[in-house]
């Protein structure tokens, strides 16, 4: 005891790190015991029920992930958080959701059933319509943002802005609210799409579901993050957007219209948003006008997880928040209700105890 | 007409008065060097040129038309590159990615390969580091970077801001070198120097900025006779 007081007071520096090792330890151990009770000293679940846990997890994260890139690429390139982002995905969701109500009104008979509707009849064509109209309003949505509530306060002091987005995301969702309503509407998807529908997968004896909204959720997420990765790493506008990451005014010598590639960037973190709001809708089936909240600050979550401003840590930190998020309460033993808090004690951790994030993107004076 | 004239340009940074009425003239296919002690105005002058900074007052024009109100990245369109102080190098990106930013102002793509290997020529130390990443280049590879990425642009005319700062005295020599033989090729040079002699060296004419103003300006080989800049610049007494 005393011995560790003199310690503390000739080098703090190395006590603060012991205490991070001792704590680190103390809880690696708690997880490890929790995973040996959990799995074999008392298996509270059967194989099946984990395969559920991990089928959600994993779908949840590829959204997560989708609406990380977002907070990712902008915070790449202008240094600041946009906390409206989870209220574009929102936007992107009800997008999705009126294609799908006006399609379901229109009539498409067919031999078989003369009351079929078009939503009915045509079902990719549906999801296809549903995603590019939710990506193209969240797209504009994030143009708009931008150029309102962002650009005029490019040259203030850091603070503002965040302000600024903080003031956006409040003013979006009583829009919003105004424009329809503060019911939770329900997000009627083809008949061929119908939750909990999907494949079944036999597992000790019982058969899991494998969702075909999940699957649609997953798969698309995936190709979007592909896309945007040969976007960035392979293009000219991705070059540009790199250059102007690292250097706006030297980019501007380059000949790079700066403030185009800002327009750019919101214009892309709005498609991915939308993206995932119509994915949320379709696989989770609710849309209102703070849908986008959780969602938000899950994927901000999963951006600082990930070392925000790096794009293969956004995906990967969306993915580990999900599968966290839907394994953790039953590994910790802790109420599934307590999932949410689960997420936001991980983002705590992390911006006490590794503010760089598990990729370590080394947040440089230079950049502040 | 003259390749660059800036006309009675004034420059503030907030209420700093940074330059106070400078003109000058660059000829087609001169080298003219812009020198002055620390905090003189040199690299608020290129910058003003380059569109990075609006002058409160004054002109650019570029072969006659005036190019003051353009934005910076319009200002590359119309011919005219930079080699920004500090080199400016983009440190994440690879040296072919670094080279092909240099070009993004070209709308012939289809001398892209042709002048890559015109800077691979100039600069054979860069075709070596082609896949590296920029920022674990040495100090004076990351010059040659920043100078082969300006000339990817194919300028009318080339800002060069302090290109021997940081180096080996061997370097700067073979920096300066290159400087000539891209003006022989046809470039017209702007040069800011630290290096004063060896600027005046290699330039037709040369300007002396103190605190904001052009105090000075006439042929190279006078400059480098003159009592002040031989006590100022040159270290000579
Ligand atoms: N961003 C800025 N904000 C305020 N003042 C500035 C800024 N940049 C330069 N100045 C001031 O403007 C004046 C001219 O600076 P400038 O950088 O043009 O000098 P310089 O001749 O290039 O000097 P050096 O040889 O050190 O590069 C200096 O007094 C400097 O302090
Ligand atoms: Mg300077």
């Not at chain 1, 190395?14 to 991070?20: A, D, E, F, V």
């Amino acid at each position: 005891m005393e011995k560790t007081a003199v310690h503390k007071a000739s080098m703090p520096v190395n006590t603060y790190r012991l205490i991070q090792i001792v704590l680190g330890v103390v809880f690696s151990a708690y997880v490890i015991w929790r995973f040996y009770d959990v799995f074999i000293g008392n298996p509270a679940y059967g194989a099946d029920t984990w395969m559920r846990f991990a089928i959600s997890g994993v779908v949840l994260g590829s959204v997560y992930a989708l609406v990380a890139i977002g907070y990712t690429l902008v915070y790449g390139i202008l240094f600041m958080i946009n906390f409206a982002h989870g209220d574009i995905m929102m936007i992107g969701a009800f997008g999705g959701y009126f294609v799908f109500e006006a399609l379901k009104n229109i009539p498409s008979p067919t031999v078989g059933d003369p009351h079929q509707v078009f939503l009915n009849a045509h079902p990719i064509i549906s999801v296809i319509l549903a995603f590019v109209v939710g990506m193209i309003v969240a797209a504009v949505s994030g143009y708009f943002l931008e150029k309102i509530a962002y650009r005029p306060l490019r040259n203030a002091p850091r603070l503002v802005p965040l302000i600024s987005a903080i003031g956006a995301s409040i003013f979006l969702e009583n829009a919003a609210l105004l424009l329809f309503g503060s019911q939770r509407r329900d997000f009627v998807n083809p008949v061929q799409l119908t939750r909990g529908t999907g494949w079944n997968i036999p597992v000790n004896g019982t058969t899991v579901i494998l969702p075909y909204t999940g699957v649609l959720t997953f798969v698309l997420s995936v190709l979007i993050l592909i896309a945007l990765y040969l976007l960035v790493q392979r293009t000219r506008i991705g070059r540009a957007m790199r250059a102007v990451a690292e250097n706006k005014s030297t980019a501007a010598l380059m000949g790079i219209d700066v403030d185009g590639v800002i327009s750019r960037t919101f214009i892309i973190s709005g498609a991915l948003a939308g993206a995932a709001g119509v994915m949320w809708g379709i696989h989770l089936g609710l849309v209102y006008y703070q849908v986008g909240f959780i969602p938000g600050i899950k994927a901000f979550t999963a951006a600082v997880l990930g070392g925000i401003g790096n794009i293969p840590g956004a995906m990967l930190g969306g993915m580990f928040l999900g599968i966290i998020e839907a394994l953790g309460p039953a590994i910790l033993g802790l109420p599934f209700q307590l999932k949410d808090v689960l997420a936001f004690g991980i983002l705590v951790l992390i911006l006490i105890f590794r503010p760089t994030g598990l990729l370590g993107e080394v947040l440089s004076e230079e950049k502040v | 007409m003259s390749m660059l004239e800036i006309n009675d340009i004034h420059t503030y940074y907030g209420n700093i008065h940074a330059l106070n009425g400078i003109s000058l003239k660059v000829e087609k296919g001169e080298i003219v060097t812009l020198i002055g002690a620390n905090g003189a105005g040199k690299t608020t002058t290129l910058r003003t040129i380059a569109g990075l900074l609006k002058p409160r007052q004054g002109q650019v024009l570029l072969e006659g038309e005036d190019i003051t109100k353009l934005k910076a990245h319009e200002v590359v369109y119309k011919g005219v590159a930079m080699v920004p102080e500090g080199r400016g190098i983009f440190a994440r990106l690879t040296v072919t990615e670094n080279l092909d930013l240099g070009a993004y102002s070209r709308t012939d793509r289809q001398n892209f390969a042709q002048d890559l290997e015109r800077v691979f020529t100039i600069f054979p130390r860069l075709k070596e580091r082609q896949k590296q990443v920029a920022g674990t280049l040495s100090g004076g590879e990351q010059q040659m970077l920043a100078m082969g990425r300006s000339l990817m642009a194919r300028p009318r005319i080339l800002l060069m801001d302090e290109p021997s700062m940081g180096l080996a005295p061997i370097l700067v020599e073979s920096i300066f070198d290159t400087i000539v033989a891209i003006n022989k090729e046809g470039t017209t040079i702007l040069l800011v120097e630290q290096n004063a002699l060896m600027a005046l060296s290699i330039a037709a004419r040369g300007y002396v900025l103190q605190t904001g103003e052009i105090v000075l300006l006439d042929s190279a080989a006078n400059l480098k006779q003159n009592e002040m800049v031989r006590k100022s610049y040159l270290g000579i007494e």
